[in-house]
């Protein structure tokens, strides 16, 4: 079967109107900071209430999709049954209940809407360090005492997944494209975005991009061909090779934490425990209650350690929920992971089968928001949030709009 991209045509403009704000709110992650903690709970139930009082189309599962999605809080519940806790319920219920609500939201979501919130998110963003760096601290400002930025919206450690949800559709579309300013534009405002976030992660993130660009440049010259598909892949890696050049000796970025983190671990000096102490120390915290605690888990938010006096979460979502939930939750979490992974396959098909640069850029950019997330959840704690799953599963349920017959495109 051939996998094309089908843009569903939602007749209501109240439908858009509310998924696209609904989905926009869900991707500023730290409103629950700047103006309530369970703003983006009103939001969702607003937003269903709605969809549910002007639905125009017929609700649209797929049954496996929504067995894998169900499997985490089954086995949250399950190791609740074991180790009863008024918070084993309740991080229970938010998951299956955010969950549920992402998916129902999807069926009025299309591909386009998709990477139009995206590029609004990007752009206030964007727009809000402008004016921090002008001087309107409201908008956004130094957060962190190694200079780490954030906005009204986005605090660091959020604000980077604004520009890397599209870093693939700018550099891609840069690449292949004959109107590359609007590409171009999108690619500087991610690059912008990830580094005044100033995360390690980020930028590790930021490599695998770039890897995966290098990849379907790859595939798309072994399947099509041709001496210009060459030149392309050279001129990416040559372009990728003078930027580090530049990068490396660009002395901010010399006197980043990242920089300093890299140098530290290569050096061999320490590795990880004088690179990040309070990350090593996670570690081993971590490891130590899986060691005890193999099968059941202790209870959902009791692994942690102390920084300066202060509990924090164990950064890495996968030993996290196996020491917290018991060994079926980290199953099911690896099994969503690799599902999404599966599915992403399902997006590079449709891209290198149609004719436009525009979906062909949306399609790569949803495949990589599929393959970063089980990376990311090697650097980030088991969430609960909105903000944290709403990309991952809304491109794993837009795999629901490939099929058909393809239109014809062109090139934008």
Request: glycine fraction near 6%.
């Amino acid at each position: 079967m051939k996998y094309f991209l089908r843009l569903p045509k939602n007749k209501s403009s109240h439908s858009n109107a509310v998924v696209f704000l609904c989905i926009f709110l869900f991707f500023q992650a730290d409103l629950k900071v700047t103006v309530w903690p369970y703003i983006h709970w009103v939001i969702a139930f607003v937003g269903l209430l709605l969809l549910i009082c002007i639905r125009n189309t017929a609700f649209k599962i797929d049954r496996r999709d929504l067995f894998v999605l169900m499997l985490i809080p089954l086995a949250m519940a399950i190791n609740f049954l074991i180790v009863p806790s008024i918070e084993n319920v309740i991080q229970t219920y938010k998951v299956a209940i955010i969950f549920i609500s992402i998916y129902i939201i999807s069926n009025f979501l299309s591909i386009v809407n998709f990477k139009s919130i995206l590029t609004a998110s990007l752009v206030l963003n964007s727009l809000f360090l402008l004016f921090g760096i002008l001087g309107l601290s409201w908008a956004a400002r130094i957060l962190t005492g190694d200079g780490r930025w954030g906005t009204l919206f986005n605090y660091p450690g959020s604000l980077y997944k604004v520009g890397l949800f599209m870093i693939v559709f700018g550099i891609y579309g840069m690449i292949k494209s004959k109107n590359k300013i609007g590409y171009s534009l999108t690619t500087v405002l991610c690059l912008f975005v990830m580094y005044m976030d100033g995360s390690r992660t980020a930028f590790i993130l930021l490599g695998v991009a770039l890897v995966y660009i290098i990849f379907i440049m790859i595939i798309e010259y072994l399947s099509k061909g041709g001496t210009f598909a060459t030149l392309r892949l050279l001129v990416v890696f040559m372009t990728i090779s003078i930027s580090s050049i530049f990068a490396v000796n660009y002395k901010p970025i010399q006197e980043s934490r990242i920089y300093k983190t890299i140098l530290e671990v290569l050096s061999g000096e320490g590795g990880l425990a004088k690179a990040d102490n309070i990350r090593y120390d996670m570690l081993t915290r971590v490891q130590e209650e899986i060691t005890q605690h193999p099968i059941v888990g202790i209870g959902m938010g009791n692994t942690s350690t102390i920084v300066n006096g202060e509990s924090i979460t164990i950064h890495n979502a996968y030993l996290q929920i196996w020491s917290d939930a018991g060994i079926l939750a980290v199953l099911a979490l690896l099994l969503l992971m690799t599902y999404g992974v599966f599915q992403s396959r399902l997006y590079i098909r449709a891209a290198m089968q149609t004719k436009s640069v525009f979906h062909g850029a949306q399609a790569y950019n949803l495949s990589f928001l599929l393959i970063i997330m089980p990376i990311t959840n090697l650097f980030h704690p088991f969430s609960t949030e909105w903000s944290d799953w709403s990309a991952y599963l809304l491109a794993i349920a837009c795999t629901r709009v490939l099929g058909g017959s393809e239109d014809a495109h062109e090139d934008v």
